[in-house]
């Protein structure tokens, strides 16, 4: 039984590796998406529901007819409480609540050990007492306590719930903030944790997936919200920082948002704070999630994606998606390269990083965390992972870490890179290439 995991190393010595393999992106990385159908099979309504959350928010009142119309059935009561939550916090539709929390207890009882829905049903009796006017202040709290109580199962996920909840209360006090914080710091030991043991379906949650394009850079953000509320302002740059240099983040609808925050953080935290808040705010604080205005339009897309509180992570629409570019294809090339799973590791969640510089001390400008389940982006052969990294047109020194959990419990974190294995190689990224490593060895995870 190993202690920690140290580091990754390789299984040659540089001299001895592969010159890199160049070679043109495939078309669909740099294109507008291809949408495809919404599903119409009835007994699979959840399909249906996942389709109308990542490409078109305008389908709301066809899906939510649909569903109701799908075969009865506990997984239609996970579709209709899961597209109220949508409904409820994307498209301020409070009239879908009450059906959605019968939904979702209903899927509840048929489903005891699914630690999401109790999450949810609070989640969605926690905004009613919210939106109520005028507010009952021992009603919220008692919301905020259910929210607490749902949240202890499944932390790395079901944590959620209490930090968004608290992102949208511009009257929560330093002391509440800095509970969401905290909350913070569990959800991401939580979810490092997994690396080590087997936790089946839940390691699906831990990276950016097919489900959750952007759930890395999502929760960046979402955390980088928190901090800034309770006035960590510096620990909020480096949070909006990772949110906009993370795996796909490049193609993120969310990153002209993002990166307004990042450039004058403390203007961010004035209208966080404002009542209504002034900055867009992500999670059930934004705008349109209160029901201060119920026309939700994000720029750019039409309508077809709602104000963040899921679709900042859930959507599968990209910059590429808006009618106006936000970034060029002209901006970002990519290196290809793969890691090996060791044994006894059986949900792995490595770091890659490409430092612009050859000091680990600095920051990156491209991250990629955990495994990248999207498209044909990343695959797993034999426990040995390819994954691909994005970075800007240059020169870069490319790195691995371990980070949390129990890889080293008492590291000073005092870099972006914990654990570092030193370099593996410099490497030069063109414009719509890839420069392909992934016929050098592949980088190890040592167990000690």
Not at 137 to 157: H, I, K, N, Q, S
Not at 206 to 215: E, I, K, R, S, V
Request: glycine share 10%; proline share 8%; net charge negative.
């Amino acid at each position: 039984m190993f202690r920690l995991l140290r580091s990754l190393t390789l299984l040659s010595a540089v001299g001895c590796l592969p010159a890199p393999v160049v070679d043109d992106a495939p078309a669909e990385w740099l294109q507008p998406s291809v949408i495809p159908n919404a599903p119409v099979d009835p007994d699979d309504p959840m399909a249906r529901m996942i389709w109308m959350m990542q490409y078109d928010n305008r389908d709301f009142e066809r899906t939510w007819a649909f569903l109701n119309e799908a075969t009865p059935g506990a997984q239609r009561d996970l579709a209709i409480g899961t597209a109220g939550l949508l409904g409820a916090f994307e498209l301020s539709r409070e009239d879908v609540i009450d059906p959605a929390v019968a939904a979702l207890e209903r899927a509840t009882a048929a489903n005891p050990s699914d630690a999401r829905l109790p999450l949810w049903r609070a989640f969605l009796l926690w905004k009613q007492v919210f939106l109520a006017d005028p507010m009952d202040d021992v009603a919220l709290e008692a919301a905020y306590e259910e929210l607490r109580r749902t949240g202890v199962d499944y932390p790395g996920f079901t944590l959620f719930g209490l930090t968004l909840a608290i992102a949208a209360d511009p009257h929560g006090g330093p002391a509440l903030y800095e509970e969401g914080v905290d909350a913070y710091d569990v959800i991401f030991d939580d979810a490092f944790g997994y690396q080590i043991g087997n936790q089946g379906e839940r390691v699906r949650r831990l990276g950016d997936w097919d489900h959750a394009p952007y759930n890395i850079p999502g929760t960046n953000v979402l955390q980088g919200d928190m901090l800034l509320m309770a006035g960590d302002v510096e620990g909020a740059e480096r949070a909006y920082f990772s949110a906009l240099n993370t795996n796909l983040a490049y193609q993120w609808p969310f990153r002209d948002l993002v990166d307004a925050r990042l450039q004058n953080a403390e203007e961010a935290r004035r209208g966080l704070l404002a009542d209504p808040p002034t900055t867009p705010a992500f999670g059930a604080g934004w705008v349109g999630a209160r029901a201060i205005d119920a026309q939700v339009d994000f720029d750019g897309y039409g309508g077809r994606i709602g104000n963040g509180t899921c679709t900042v992570c859930h959507t599968a629409l990209t910059t590429f998606d808006a009618d106006e570019l936000v970034v060029s294809p002209q901006e970002v090339g990519w290196v290809r390269f793969r890691y090996e799973r060791p044994e006894g590791v059986d949900t792995p969640f490595p770091i890659f990083l490409g430092l612009d510089a050859p000091e680990p001390e600095d920051p990156p400008a491209g991250l990629a965390a955990g495994q990248l389940l999207v498209g044909d982006r990343s695959s797993e052969e034999d426990g040995v992972f390819t994954t691909v990294l994005a970075l800007q047109p240059g020169r870069w020194f490319v790195v691995g870490s371990t980070r949390g959990g129990l890889a080293s419990p008492d590291a000073e974190w005092s870099t972006y890179v914990r654990n570092a294995l030193g370099a593996p190689r410099y490497l030069d990224v063109e414009a719509g290439r890839i420069t392909d490593i992934s016929e050098s060895p592949p980088l190890r995870w040592t167990v000690e």
